[in-house]
């Protein structure tokens, strides 16, 4: 019953909401196949692979804004 449900749940979706689908599962099916010794992602990955690796961790990563206030990167600042 669940599984029908997604279907037409996912037969809904945009194109840009499909690929976010498709980067989490594939986050849900690296967390259960532990990596091989042998096997390390970066050994075999293209450089387009890696990068998009990169790209999906990097958007799991939480979305707080900038740490810093714009003073605080003013060079100005540094001798007050």
């Known amino acids: ?3 029908e449900t997604l279907k037409q749940e996912i ?7 499909l690929k976010k689908i498709a980067e ?4 849900f099916k690296s967390q259960t196949e532990p990596p ?12 387009l692979e890696r990068a998009q690796n990169f790209r999906t961790w990097v958007s799991q990563l939480p979305q707080t804004g900038p ?3 714009d003073e605080a990167f003013d060079r100005s600042t540094i001798y007050d």
């Not at 091989?36 to 450089?47: G, I, V, Y």
């Open 67 to 69: 740490s810093l206030s």
């Open 36 to 47: 091989s010794q042998d096997n390390l992602f970066w050994q075999h990955a293209t450089a």
């Open 11 to 17: 037969d809904k979706l945009s194109e840009s909401q």
């Open 24 to 27: 989490l599962v594939n986050s």
């Open 1 to 3: 019953m669940l599984r």
